[in-house]
C-alpha cells in the first residue's frame, strides 16, 4: 500500500512534464509561426510556413495561414502588375501630347512674328496661353512617371546657394508680371552639398512657381550656412488642414490653377531621394515651406 502514493505522485510528475514538454512545443510552433508569418509579410516568396512540432492543430493553422498568404500574394501581384500598368500609360500618353505640343508651341511663335488684325492678335494670345497650360500639366505629368519608376540620380559637389540663385534669376520675369518682390536673404560663402544639381533646380522650380500660383503678392526666400532653406508668403486660399495635404499626390486647391497637383509632390520625392526633408506649415496667414539638405558626410 506505502508503494501506491509514491506511484501516483511519478504518474503525476510524468503527465507534468508531458504537459510542460506540450506547451514548450506550441510556445515554439507558435513563435517559428509569428517569425515566418512576418518575414513573408514583407518578402514576395513562395516558400510555405513549416512547423518542427507534430501538433495536428497547429500544423491546420499552419496550412490555413499558408493558402492566406498565396491568396494575399496573388493580390499582390495584381496590384503591382496594376500599378506598373497604370505607370507606363501615363508616361507613353504623357510623352504623346509632348510632340505635337511642343510643335504647337513653334507654329504658334512663328505665327507672332506675322502680320495680323487686333482680333486675330487676341485670339492668337489666348490660344497660346492654354497650350502652355497644357504643356506644363504634360511636363508635369511626364516628370512624375519618371519619379515613380527608379531613376539613378547623379550626385556631384554642388554651391546650394548658387543653385537658388539661378533658380530665383530663371523666375525673375514670372515674379515681375505678378508684381512681386521677393525678400531674399542668403549666406555671404558656399553652402556645399553633394547633391544632383537637375534635381534641386527642378525641386526649386516647383517651389516656386508654388508660390508663384498662391501667393497673395509676397514672398520671402531664406537660406540659412547650413542648409536650411525657407519659402514663405501670404495665402489666404489656405488652412492648416489644406495645407497638410500640399504634398498629397494629385491634390489641387483650385482646379482653376490649371495645376495637376503633382509640383510639390514632385519635388517632396525628389527631396526624399537625396536624403533631405521637405515640409509644409501655416503660420499666421502664411504658407511657409522649409527644404533641409543636411551636411555631406565627413
Known amino acids: ?18 504537459l510542460a514538454g506540450k506547451i ?28 518542427s512540432c507534430g501538433d495536428g492543430e497547429m500544423k491546420a493553422l499552419a496550412n490555413d495561414l499558408n493558402r492566406q498568404l498565396a491568396q494575399l500574394r496573388g493580390e499582390r501581384q495584381r496590384y503591382q502588375q496594376g500599378d506598373l500598368e497604370l505607370k507606363e500609360a501615363i508616361t507613353n500618353i504623357s510623352h504623346d501630347l509632348r510632340t505635337p505640343l511642343t510643335a504647337m508651341v513653334g507654329y ?20 497660346s496661353n492654354r497650350t502652355q497650360v497644357l504643356h506644363q500639366l504634360s511636363e508635369e505629368l ?18 546650394l546657394r548658387g543653385l537658388v540663385e539661378e533658380a530665383l534669376l530663371s523666375h525673375y520675369g514670372a515674379m515681375e508680371q505678378r508684381g512681386m518682390t521677393p525678400t531674399i536673404q542668403l549666406p555671404e560663402g558656399r553652402v556645399a552639398r553633394t547633391l544632383d544639381p537637375t534635381a534641386v533646380g527642378r525641386v526649386l522650380g516647383n517651389l ?37 495635404r500640399l504634398f498629397d499626390r494629385f491634390f489641387t486647391v483650385d482646379t482653376a490653377r490649371h495645376s495637376t ?12 531621394q537625396m536624403g533631405g526633408a521637405l515640409e509644409a506649415a501655416y503660420r499666421e496667414g502664411k504658407l511657409v515651406i522649409t527644404l533641409v539638405f543636411p551636411p555631406n558626410p565627413s
Open 261 to 272: 497637383g503633382l509640383g510639390l509632390s514632385i519635388a517632396k520625392l525628389l527631396t526624399q
Open 142 to 159: 511626364f516628370a512624375y512617371s519618371l519619379l515613380t519608376a527608379p531613376q539613378p540620380l547623379h550626385p556631384q559637389p554642388v554651391d
Open 1 to 18: 500500500m506505502k508503494v501506491l502514493p509514491w506511484l501516483l505522485v511519478a504518474l503525476l510528475g510524468l503527465v507534468v512534464l508531458l
Open 108 to 127: 504658334l511663335e512663328l505665327l507672332k512674328r506675322e502680320e495680323k488684325s487686333e482680333k486675330v492678335e487676341r485670339y492668337l494670345s489666348q490660344i
Open 24 to 51: 514548450y512545443s506550441m510556445r515554439k510552433a507558435a513563435r517559428q509561426l509569428r517569425q515566418g508569418l512576418a518575414q513573408r509579410l514583407v518578402e514576395d516568396t513562395n516558400t510555405l510556413l513549416t512547423l
Open 208 to 244: 516656386l512657381g508654388n508660390a508663384l500660383k498662391y501667393s497673395a503678392g509676397d514672398l520671402s526666400v531664406t537660406l540659412t550656412q547650413d542648409g536650411v532653406l525657407t519659402f514663405a508668403n501670404s495665402a489666404p486660399a489656405l488652412n492648416e488642414v489644406l495645407v497638410q
